[in-house]
């Protein structure tokens, strides 16, 4: 009895956000404008939205999941090196890992700690890694279907508490935003 009890609690997944996101895709087929958060991989159920707040501008965007919003932003116009994530208890600033190389960035998760989240293979901007940590864990995100940006899986295995929603929330903006806008 005791053994399946531990097996069923070790059977659920380890939410994030209060959510486990395990793919984030378009909600419009071939508009990059609004994109919607799932819990499942089947991308039935939906967790939250992450939508761009102006039409003509790529540098300012809102996010909801659950009851917890906020905004992303670039902190300097015309310079996507360094982003800024608010909600209304934190603000977060990441930034590129080298100045105008947008393959490496590097994203707080606490105190003094940061988590270099880079693109896996040099030649495929479309799977993203961090690096393994007894930390924090690890968080990848790849597209669905090679050449198509607008379906993204994720491998979320981020230690719950660790790491900063403000910080988790980047994981699945930046992949996305680079490979759409080409800064």
Same mark, same amino acid.
């Given at each position: 009895?005791?053994?399946?009890?531990?097996?069923?609690?070790?059977?659920?997944?380890?939410?994030?956000?209060?959510? &486990?996101?395990?793919?984030?895709? *378009?909600?419009?087929?071939? %508009?990059? #404008?609004? /994109? +919607? $958060?799932?819990?499942?991989?089947?991308?039935?159920?939906?967790?939250?939205?992450?939508?761009?707040?102006?039409?003509?501008?790529?540098?300012?965007?809102?996010?909801?999941?659950?009851?917890?919003?906020?905004?992303?932003?670039?902190?300097?116009?015309?310079?996507?090196?360094?982003?800024?994530?608010?909600?209304?208890? &934190?603000?977060?600033?990441?930034? *590129?890992?080298?100045?105008? %190389?947008? #393959?490496? /960035? +590097? $994203?707080?998760?606490?105190?003094?700690?940061?988590?270099?989240?880079?693109?896996?293979?040099?030649?495929?901007?479309?799977?993203?890694?961090?690096?393994?940590?007894?930390?924090?864990?690890?968080?990848?995100?790849?597209?669905?279907?090679?050449?198509?940006?607008?379906?993204?899986?994720?491998?979320?295995?981020?230690?719950?508490?660790?790491?900063?929603?403000?910080?988790?929330?980047?994981?699945?903006?930046?992949?996305?935003?680079?490979?759409?806008?080409?800064?």
């Amino acid at each position: 009895m005791y053994l399946l009890l531990l097996l069923i609690l070790f059977s659920f997944q380890i939410p994030v956000f209060g959510q &486990n996101i395990s793919g984030i895709e *378009t909600r419009f087929r071939e %508009d990059p #404008s609004e /994109w +919607v $958060l799932y819990r499942d991989s089947l991308k039935e159920e939906e967790i939250g939205t992450i939508r761009l707040r102006w039409e003509n501008r790529i540098d300012i965007w809102d996010f909801e999941i659950g009851d917890i919003s906020g905004s992303i932003r670039m902190k300097w116009k015309e310079n996507p090196n360094i982003w800024e994530v608010r909600t209304d208890r &934190n603000n977060v600033l990441v930034q *590129t890992t080298w100045k105008d %190389d947008f #393959s490496s /960035w +590097v $994203l707080p998760y606490g105190g003094d700690y940061n988590i270099r989240y880079r693109i896996r293979y040099s030649n495929d901007p479309e799977e993203w890694i961090t690096e393994d940590s007894e930390d924090y864990g690890f968080f990848s995100q790849w597209t669905d279907v090679e050449g198509d940006l607008n379906s993204w899986s994720t491998n979320n295995a981020l230690i719950k508490g660790k790491v900063p929603i403000e910080t988790r929330i980047m994981l699945c903006f930046l992949p996305i935003w680079i490979n759409i806008y080409r800064p």
